[in-house]
């Protein structure tokens, strides 16, 4: 079965000190993998995506991932919180849906981690 | 372009009334889909659509119809609301429906009580 583990609800971190939030994923075949972030009463936001090569991805807002094979995971990285990243981040990892009529893919979601950076 | 647009912002019904939820893009994408985001569960997809006139049922249809007249448009609707229909609705569109490469844009959400 594919899915995406986020095994931590919450993350806390000082301003200015880095910041991980983990994500683990199990697919078969390639995995693509996509993070995004939800700021309070707002809709979600791509941040990036790995779908091949570099196993760093950068993305939007400073932020990063390092894609690990080995070990099946998709960890997000900024070098030096904001508060301003405080929000909830989602990891998910596109899925195979084949379905009656329509051969299709959809994104299957980690449970997301909030992240909370204190000045 | 406004990207992916959604009404109402929030909305309460009483139980086994019915709504539509409305969703609607610009960027002339192919593929949209519905879901619902609920504490600790994610999101799931209720439906999805690969071009107008062609929709389908994701993993939690029930109790949702949808329909796609138009590229831009699609709707989702509530035939009989009840309380487990509670939840954050959240719209989204890429491109096309296949390719790994393809990001989905999301709609700033709808939040439904039922009560």
């Known amino acids: 079965a594919q899915s995406v583990a986020q095994p931590e609800d919450q993350v806390n971190v000082a301003e200015g000190n880095p910041l991980t939030v983990k994500c683990t994923y199990s697919v078969s075949g390639n995995p693509y993998l996509f993070w995004y972030v939800q700021y309070p009463n707002r809709g979600l936001q791509f941040l990036l995506k790995y779908i091949t090569g570099d196993n760093l991805v950068k993305g939007s807002y400073g932020f990063e991932a390092e894609f690990n094979k080995s070990q099946t995971s998709f960890h997000l990285k900024k070098p030096s919180a904001l508060v301003s990243d405080s929000a909830l981040y989602f990891c998910a990892v596109r899925g195979e849906w084949v379905l009656r009529a329509y051969n299709t893919d959809k994104l299957i979601f980690g449970t997301g981690t909030r992240l909370q950076v204190f000045p | 372009n406004a990207g992916v647009t959604q009404t109402p912002k929030f909305q309460v019904l009483k139980t086994g009334q019915s709504m539509t939820l409305q969703c609607a893009q610009d960027?002339?994408?192919?593929?949209m889909s519905w879901y619902r985001q609920d504490p600790g569960m994610g999101l799931r997809l209720i439906h999805y659509?690969?071009?107008?006139?062609?929709?389908d049922q994701g993993e939690v249809p029930n109790g949702y119809n949808v329909s796609r007249s138009t590229t831009e448009d699609f709707p989702l609707r509530l035939l009989s609301a009840a309380p487990s229909q509670t939840s954050v609705y959240f719209c989204a569109s890429s491109r096309t429906s296949g390719g790994p490469g393809e990001t989905q844009y999301f709609g700033p959400g709808t939040r439904l009580l039922v009560l």
């Open positions: 960027m002339n994408h192919e593929y």
């Open positions: 659509s690969v071009g107008a006139g062609i929709t």
